[in-house]
């Protein structure tokens, strides 16, 4: 456990709301006017930047510019979130360092604004993540002050220190209590459980103030930070064992907070059961949501085999459930990896009928016309092993709408047509007669 800081009372209450109302105003608002090296911000109409798609004779229009205009172009693209346009500014030479007049670089805006994809583009291009903003702020701060818990997982693994104080007296913890927004209330407790799970000071008391996290957290009734932060102050050590068990545990009953300070305990977020499920694993299984939502900003691995050859991201296709595969997209997992059977997640989902889930699946990257060791797709699965009913005619009529190939034949020559009129489901046949 980190010391707490001393604190120090530096300000009222009202001229806090001020500085607040700065600091928000700076990082979501900043001024283009005064110079055209400032950035604009994702609300701001077009700008004449050019098409982030290249015609063929342009390999990257942006190769003469000079730096101070590559530099401005490309926190203009950081604050629109568009990565293909950064991605050409920087290999054109683009500084992702490179500061405003309003002390924010590329790296720092995707911190606060939470873009995911431009965030790791900088940090592939050599970020400073030891920047600061005007407040002296790290990532983690701008990245806790707006609840993106993803955003503060990445700079954790990446060794940006939790416990760096601003020139206001917070710690992104402080922050991330301070500013939660009631209509944001999980990304928030989301944050928190990150960054107790990281190994931040959850007694480090504000120097504004004087307020520890458990103070700020009871301040503002929020009854699950408040929880989990007075847990995590009264902890005591134990071996690396144990703690690699409860996380475990954790994970297949559903418990986040419990998983969180497991981690802060110094459980491994890969360890295995004696069936090899990773807490991930477990957590995709039985649907544990926000357990996984956890796991993945910590950086758990979405493609860990277990004794069945069954990964997070499969299980989703059996489970059928949206929420977690929109937790575990941004790991990024690797949508080709198949099952016991060779089969992709689209196939069980489509033998089970879970007809969102199809829905959300076909807009992914997964191919929808893989064919599994029985030499079945989704679709065929969908009709042969389906009983007809709505979630099927559903099922159907979404992989038809994405373009799926409707004539691939099972192992008897049959397509999918066959077998639905071979069965009566007019639905389904009605359906693929329309392909």
Not at 153 to 158: D, F, K, M, P, Q
Request: negative net charge; hydrophobic residues 40%; charged residues 25%.
């Amino acid at each position: 456990m980190r010391s707490p800081r001393s604190a120090a009372v530096v300000a009222t209450a009202s001229v806090a709301l001020l500085l607040v109302g700065c600091e928000s105003t700076e990082r979501s608002q900043p001024d283009r006017s005064a110079t055209a090296s400032t950035a604009t911000p994702s609300t701001a109409p077009p700008s004449s930047t050019p098409s982030s798609t290249p015609t063929p004779t342009e390999a990257n229009p942006f190769m003469d510019l000079d730096q101070a205009e590559l530099d401005s172009r490309l926190i203009a693209a950081a604050w629109d979130n568009d990565v293909p346009t950064a991605r050409r500014l920087i290999a054109a030479g683009a500084d992702v360092n490179a500061k405003d007049d309003s002390v924010q670089s590329a790296y720092l805006i995707a911190t606060s604004e939470g873009h995911r994809a431009l965030l790791g583009l900088t940090l592939r291009h050599g970020a400073d993540v030891d920047s600061l903003d005007s407040f002296d702020g790290t990532g983690i701060i701008r990245a806790s002050e707006r609840g993106h818990a993803g955003i503060v997982g990445r700079l954790i693994r990446e060794g940006v220190d939790p416990d760096h104080v601003n020139n206001l007296g917070w710690v992104g913890l402080h922050e991330a209590l301070v500013f939660a927004k009631p209509d944001r209330a999980r990304a928030y407790a989301d944050t928190v459980r990150v960054l107790v799970a990281g190994g931040a000071d959850v007694r480090i008391p504000s120097r504004r103030d004087g307020l520890t996290p458990v103070q700020l957290a009871e301040r503002a009734g929020l009854e699950s930070q408040t929880r989990i932060l007075r847990t995590a102050a009264r902890a005591q050590e134990i071996s690396r064992d144990v703690a690699d068990r409860r996380l475990l545990a954790a994970a297949r009953e559903g418990d986040a907070d419990a998983a969180a300070l497991a981690l802060r305990a110094g459980a491994d977020l890969e360890t295995r059961n004696e069936l090899r499920q990773t807490p991930l694993l477990l957590a995709s299984t039985h649907d544990h949501v926000a357990v996984a939502r956890l796991l993945v900003a910590l950086g758990a691995d979405p493609d860990a085999l277990d004794h069945q050859h069954d990964t997070p991201w499969l299980v989703t296709g059996v489970t059928g459930s949206v929420a977690m595969l929109e937790a575990l997209l941004p790991a990024r997992p690797d949508l080709t990896i198949k099952n016991r059977y060779g089969g992709l997640s689209p196939i069980p989902a489509g033998e089970r009928g879970h007809a969102d889930y199809i829905r959300r699946v076909v807009k992914t990257d997964v191919d929808l016309d893989h064919v599994n060791d029985l030499g079945w797709t989704a679709l065929l699965e969908a009709v042969i092993l389906g009983d007809g009913s709505k979630p099927y005619v559903e099922i159907v009529t979404t992989l038809v709408e994405a373009g799926v190939d409707v004539d691939i034949e099972d192992k008897n020559g049959r397509t999918a047509l066959d077998h639905a009129r071979a069965q009566g489901y007019a639905g389904i046949v009605r359906a693929l007669e329309r392909a």
